[in-house]
């Protein structure tokens, strides 16, 4: 099915969830022409650019959906870039340009456990993966926050445990997510992980994952959402030579 055209939304509220977290819903008379059931899919937002060229594209996930809203959770920095200043400075009724949904990427439920792990950026996504597992189902989920005040109350299954890592300056401690990673109890059977995080931090916890826990490429999914010191283009660039270099 094709991807529809980018459309314009509006924004309906704005809501702190935690300190450093700003969610944001869009409606609007086009909203009818965003698919339906697209919780955890990845969506473009394109903002103005200062200097009137171009718009700033920047990738967000649909956190929450409902029959003519969907959420969008914004992580708020010190260093606020473009996005996080429009989501901080957006009022109801603002106008946005939205393009997607792109393909939503979501553990294997089939897995005899699950292993699911990111930072603040991910932690849509994460929400999403950990609601949908089914009720039975087994594992962990390392999660890295700002601040002790952004753990949010997720739902997610009683067999799931929740670990909860705070870093005041993310990106800047790039293993801390896989040295907890590798102080946990792997399960016995098939894992599906799932992974999301700033750059350096993917390449440790994937040489971990690969190398050392020898998970099968079926069985993960791990991605960059952001690179330290990077644009979103950058970023970008940096994810396609480090895709080339490990042969993906």
């Not at 996930?61 to 010190?78: E, K, M, P």
């Not at 990673?181 to 999301?196: D, F």
Request: net charge negative; aromatic share 8%.
């Amino acid at each position: 099915m094709a991807r529809p055209a980018p459309r314009t939304l509006q924004v309906i509220a704005s809501t702190f969830i935690t300190p450093h977290m700003l969610r944001v819903t869009f409606g609007g008379a086009q909203i009818d022409s965003f698919p339906d059931d697209q919780e955890s899919a990845y969506i473009k937002l394109m903002f103005p650019a200062p200097d009137g060229d171009r718009d700033l594209v920047r990738t967000y996930t649909v956190r929450r959906q409902r029959a003519d809203q969907f959420d969008v959770d914004f992580v708020l920095h010190d260093d606020a870039g473009p996005a996080s200043q429009w989501a901080k400075a957006a009022r109801p009724g603002d106008s946005i340009l939205v393009g997607g949904p792109g393909p939503k990427k979501l553990v294997d439920n089939s897995a005899d456990w699950f292993l699911v792990i990111g930072d603040m950026t991910a932690l849509p996504a994460i929400s999403v993966n950990l609601e949908q597992l089914p009720a039975d189902a087994r594992g962990h989920a390392v999660i890295e926050v700002i601040d002790a005040e952004d753990i949010q109350a997720l739902s997610h299954p009683a067999g799931i445990e929740l670990h909860w890592l705070v870093n005041p300056h993310p990106g800047e401690e790039s293993q801390l997510l896989v040295d907890h990673v590798r102080q946990l109890q792997w399960l016995p059977g098939r894992p599906s992980v799932w992974a999301a995080c700033e750059f350096s931090g993917m390449r440790a916890l994937r040489q971990h994952l690969k190398q050392d826990r020898q998970v099968e490429r079926q069985d993960l999914y791990i991605s960059s959402y952001w690179k330290l010191g990077s644009s979103e283009d950058q970023h970008k660039a940096a994810k396609r030579e480090d895709a080339e270099a490990q042969g993906d």
